[in-house]
Every structure is written in structure tokens, then in C-alpha cells.
């Protein structure tokens, strides 16, 4: 079981928004502005989309944006393309490890 | 070009060895942490482990500590995980990445490699 909890899947319809939770606790996401989103496509490499969990890496969409309220970090995808479809996973670092923890992923589904 | 590339993969017996490489180019290596994540089939990502630039600070998951040993070759622009005792549930794809860190447990990995995919069966 992951540490931090995701939903298993989300769906959209082109043009739509949507928002992906990534649930933890006071030892990780509500602790420390540390978490990052990850966006994998089927048999490739994950890909960071947000860091320190409402920056931007450069090239990366202004359509996606991330959040956080208390022990909850929030991804959102806005004007939702058949392109974002892909697994997102959320990540944190926590202050009960050494390294750092995932979510168990969410697939996004651009009906 | 920026890049990371995985080799050493492949098939192993329970209780067996292996050792992964990571090739970096394009970028600085002696200048980043680095990591490896693995991930089994079907399923989602997991932190193995991350080494420091001057291997000062090496970490571990828990479930692999003991068994598993990061390791990297400045000089040679390559990082290592030295597998051993090798177990069914180890089979995944490892994937080396590089770490962005500014401060302690701002993690993120901003550059991945393809994966280099571990089977661990009799």
C-alpha cells in the first residue's frame, strides 16, 4: 500500500478540467512543501510536470498547475487534450524515511 | 544531449546478483544527487535509493537496505546499484534519475532514463 493515496482513475471530456487529489499526512505532504507530480505515458519514462508542489519546470504546460490545503496536494489539468491521458503520480518527501514517498498512481482518461 | 541510459538488466534466480549502470551525458553529473526508481509491472513508482554527489549520503528503501547498494563514478559520469540476494518481488524496471535538491527532502526528479527491466524468477 502506497503511503500517499491517489485516486485509481479520473476522467474528462476535451476542453474540461480536472483535478487529481494526493492524500498523506503531517509526516509528509502536510508537513513540507515538497511535493512534485509525475506524468508517465504507457512504456515510457515518468516525466515531472510540478515541483515543490506549484512550480512549473520549464516546458511544461500552463494548463497543468498543483495545490496544496493541509495534508492534501491537488493536481489540476485545465482544457483537458487527448494528449494529457497518461498515468500521474504524486510524490513527497517524508519526514519518516530517509527518502522520499509516491502515491499509487491515477489514470487519467480524455474521453 | 541530456540523457540517462540504463543497462545491466535482465534475468536472475532468486538469491542471485546483478548490477545496474547508469550512463549520464549532456549535463554535469559530479553536480547532482541521483536516484533510482523502480517500478514492477502494472504497478506504480518506488524510491530505491539516492546517493549524493560524493557518496557521503547513500540511502535506501527499507525493503531493499542490506541487499541492495547505490554507487557512482563521478569520473566516469555513471551511477551503479549493486543487487544482491535477489528476490521474486524485486522484478521491475529500474529506472536511474536525476535529483534536483536545494534544500534536505526537496527531491524531484527532473531527468529519467528508459529503464532497464529485472526479472527475478526460477
Known amino acids: 500500500q502506497s503511503a500517499l493515496t491517489q485516486p485509481a482513475s479520473v476522467s474528462g471530456s476535451p476542453g474540461q478540467s480536472i483535478t487529481i487529489s494526493c492524500t498523506g499526512t503531517s509526516s509528509d505532504i502536510g508537513g513540507y512543501n515538497y511535493v512534485s507530480w509525475y506524468q508517465q505515458h504507457p512504456g515510457q519514462a515518468p516525466k515531472l510536470m510540478i515541483y515543490?508542489?506549484?512550480h512549473r519546470p520549464s516546458g511544461v504546460s500552463n494548463r497543468f498547475s498543483g495545490s496544496k490545503s493541509g495534508n492534501t496536494a491537488s493536481l489540476t489539468i485545465s482544457g483537458l487534450q487527448a494528449e494529457d491521458e497518461a498515468h500521474y503520480y504524486c510524490?513527497?518527501?517524508?519526514?519518516?524515511?530517509?527518502?522520499?514517498?509516491f502515491g499509487g498512481g491515477t489514470k487519467l482518461t480524455v474521453l | 544531449e541530456v540523457q540517462l541510459v540504463e543497462s545491466g538488466g535482465g534475468l536472475a534466480q532468486p538469491g542471485g546478483s546483478l548490477r545496474l549502470s547508469c550512463a549520464a551525458s549532456g549535463f554535469t553529473f559530479s553536480s547532482y544527487w541521483m536516484s533510482w526508481v523502480r517500478q514492477a509491472p502494472g504497478k506504480g513508482l518506488e524510491w530505491v535509493g539516492i546517493?549524493?554527489?560524493?557518496?557521503?549520503?547513500?540511502y535506501h528503501v527499507d525493503s531493499v537496505k542490506g541487499r541492495f547498494t547505490n554507487s557512482r563514478d563521478n569520473a566516469k559520469n555513471s551511477l551503479f546499484l549493486q543487487m544482491n540476494s535477489l528476490r521474486v518481488e524485486d522484478t521491475a524496471v529500474y529506472y536511474c534519475?536525476?535529483?534536483?535538491?536545494?534544500?534536505?527532502?526537496?527531491?524531484?526528479?527532473?531527468?529519467w532514463g528508459r529503464g532497464t527491466l529485472v526479472i527475478v524468477s526460477s
Open positions: 510524490s513527497s518527501y517524508t519526514s519518516t524515511s530517509t527518502l522520499g514517498v
Open positions: 515543490d508542489v506549484n
Open positions: 534519475a536525476r535529483v534536483v535538491s536545494e534544500y534536505w527532502g526537496d527531491w524531484y526528479f527532473d531527468l
Open positions: 546517493i549524493r554527489q560524493d557518496e557521503v549520503e547513500n
